[in-house]
């Protein structure tokens, strides 16, 4: 099947580690997305999008396929199984070109999501091509003079797509709001106190870098809370101007362009107990963006519809008039028929890390409790309301619409509704455990420079 000369480009934006609560374009004080508004402006913003999991390979790997996060089985030990068709693959069977640029390893070739993407360029493979370059890029993040590779990666992508056979499915993974905080130190003037010095900052990157970030989390004083969220909203800021040179980049060579731009997860700066991300599923980390815009995309509306991030999947490929994906345990919507779609719950998944990698964290962590967090979480919402279950431990009812950061459990005030959510959850768990293939494998990374760059975004210990 050959894609028409006039088929719409279609790219993917993920910026990593944003919660939409930060994100000026949903009110937030500090205007951090600029850029995203100016894209909602001409597209569609979504209201209610949620993440399927709380760490980028689970999210990934739903964004990809369509799928659970518990049915495809990716996570941070674990790559797509063979055999679960993908986005790339749906769309290059149909005539697309496909090609994949990401900054951060959990969303690259080493975790299966590279599998249909003729072209995947992912950061540290090209640092480390440079030999010298790579220890000083490195160098250059740490004091606050680089960024964490997303300036490399739009060089690298206009300079694929001047050149490449259209139309084309992109997929673009921005890594820069991710700890460790303080990278771009001409951004973060823009919201840090007057007072604050380069050593208070060099400190707070000190202590959110590596899997230290959990621990500091325990013993983190409310001023040094407040300096990680300018740090962070610094970094979404300077995103998001990479957002807008990405934009303006396809306004001229690519102008018949869909864009669709959300986030992997979000990140929890001490709300609910949590800090970062990885070890749960507040609302800070799956309550995420969502915007798209381009052909056939109603402009200036705001959906309030329940949506999954692994809607983006289905979408894509009715846009593309790709053949459809797997089928999967849960509702798939087509974004751009949201507001007339009724969804009851949207459900995400956390697994629990194995054994050995617990062992490792054990080890380098000595405030923060890594087998009271390390549990297999899932969690049920409604537009009001938010069930999660976490092995061992039962599970909470919140009024996330009357406390948008979870709330205090309510279950007592609302028995027959917590009664049917957990009904509900436990047929969404069940229903996944019937379609797990064991065709995953384990991932197996043994190039150091990738190590280091996992060691440094806290998913090695």
């Known amino acids: 099947m050959a894609a028409s000369e006039h088929a719409p480009n279609i790219l993917i934006v993920t910026i990593d580690a944003v919660r939409r609560d930060h994100c000026s374009l949903y009110g937030y004080e500090r205007p951090t997305t600029p850029h ?247 609302e800070t980390q799956i309550r995420v963006p969502l915007v798209m815009a381009g052909q056939d995309i109603a402009a200036g509306e705001q959906v309030n519809t329940l949506v999954q991030t692994r809607d983006i999947a289905q979408t894509v490929c009715a846009i593309a008039g790709a053949e459809q994906l797997a089928e999967t345990v849960a509702q798939r919507i087509d974004l751009r028929e949201a507001s007339g779609a009724e969804r009851k719950y949207a459900y995400a998944l956390r697994t629990a890390m194995s054994e050995e990698k617990a062992a490792e964290h054990r080890e380098k962590l000595t405030s923060f409790d890594v087998d009271e967090h390390n549990r297999l979480t899932t969690c049920i919402r409604s537009d009001r309301f938010k069930l999660t279950r976490k092995a061992g431990a039962g599970t909470v009812l919140q009024d996330v619409a009357s406390h948008p950061l979870g709330g205090p459990d309510c279950t007592s005030d609302h028995p027959v509704l917590a009664a049917e959510m957990q009904r509900s959850l436990s047929q969404w768990e069940q229903a996944q455990l019937s379609r797990q293939t064991d065709a995953s494998s384990d991932v197996q990374i043994d190039d150091p420079l990738v190590k280091e760059r996992l060691r440094g975004l806290g998913y090695m210990a």
């Open 36 to 282: 995203m508004e100016r894209i909602a402006e001409r597209g569609t913003v979504f209201e209610n999008a949620i993440a399927d999991s709380g760490w980028t390979a689970a999210t990934v790997g739903s964004l990809f396929t369509g799928l659970c996060a518990g049915e495809h089985g990716v996570d941070p030990e674990h790559s797509l199984p063979e055999g679960i068709p993908t986005v790339a693959e749906r769309l290059r069977d149909t005539g697309y070109h496909t090609a994949g640029f990401s900054t951060n390893p959990m969303a690259s070739p080493l975790f299966g999501h590279g599998r249909g993407f003729d072209h995947f360029w992912y950061w540290e493979r090209w640092s480390a091509r440079t030999r010298l370059g790579a220890p000083l890029r490195y160098l250059g993040t740490r004091l606050g003079l680089s960024d964490m590779g997303g300036a490399d990666m739009l060089k690298a992508l206009s300079k694929h797509v001047r050149s490449c056979p259209k139309p084309v499915f992109g997929y673009v993974h921005f890594n820069e709001a991710h700890s460790p905080y303080g990278s771009v130190r001409a951004y973060e003037r823009m919201f840090l106190a007057r007072n604050t010095s380069w050593r208070d900052v060099r400190d707070i990157a000190r202590k959110t870098g590596h899997i230290r970030i959990y621990d500091f989390g325990e013993t983190a004083t409310d001023e040094e809370i407040e300096l990680v969220k300018a740090l962070y909203d610094a970094s979404i800021c300077y995103q998001d101007m990479l957002l807008g040179k990405l934009v303006a980049f396809l306004h001229q060579h690519a102008p018949n362009t869909v864009v669709i731009v959300t986030a992997d997860h979000g990140e929890a700066f001490a709300e609910e107990q949590a800090f970062g991300h990885n070890f749960c599923l507040e």
